[in-house]
């Protein structure tokens, strides 16, 4: 258990994923996000999450092309990336687990330039967890640069307040 990696366990689609636990901040209810026009598809729009304003990705969208509005139980998980914070929607977040090391696969799907941010498999007994790297998200998506940008402005102009 030494070298283990504790993750946090989501669903999106049908599938499982998983985010190191070291990332994220909080696991929020599907509260209100305040929708921004013009922004793409996968943005959901901010939240305010003690204080800080977070932009909120919706991760069926991202997977999936469609939005996970409809979940009953989705829910935000608050994530801190080196360049932003920044939340994504679930269908539901399930579990905190640990992952023995030998229990990952690295996968060809890597090398595939939309799905950089899938770093390896977890292979658990009857199930099978793919791993997500929220700095990877963050770098691969369309219009998160500027997002990025504008987030670091805000942040800016509320120190100085």
């Known amino acids: 258990m030494e070298n283990s990696q504790k993750v946090v366990v989501f669903d999106s689609g049908n599938e499982e994923y998983a985010i190191s636990i070291e990332t994220v901040l909080s696991i929020e209810k599907n509260d209100t996000i305040t929708p921004i026009p013009h922004l793409p598809s996968f943005m959901l729009g901010i939240i305010n999450v003690r204080g800080e304003l977070v932009p909120v990705l919706d991760f069926e969208e991202i997977l999936y092309h469609r939005s996970s509005e409809d979940f009953e139980q989705a829910k935000i998980l608050v994530l801190k990336t ?3 914070s920044l939340a994504i929607r679930v269908k539901d977040a399930k579990e905190i687990i640990d992952i023995e090391p030998e229990n990952l696969k690295q996968v060809g799907l890597v090398a595939y330039s939309n799905t950089t941010y899938f770093t390896a498999i977890a292979h658990l007994e009857d199930r099978l967890i793919t791993m997500v790297d929220p700095a990877i998200l ?3 998506l369309d ?3 500027e997002i990025q940008e504008y987030m670091n402005e805000v942040k800016k102009e509320q120190i100085s307040i």
């Open 82 to 84: 080196n360049q932003l």
């Open 138 to 140: 963050v770098n691969s």
């Open 143 to 145: 219009g998160m640069k």
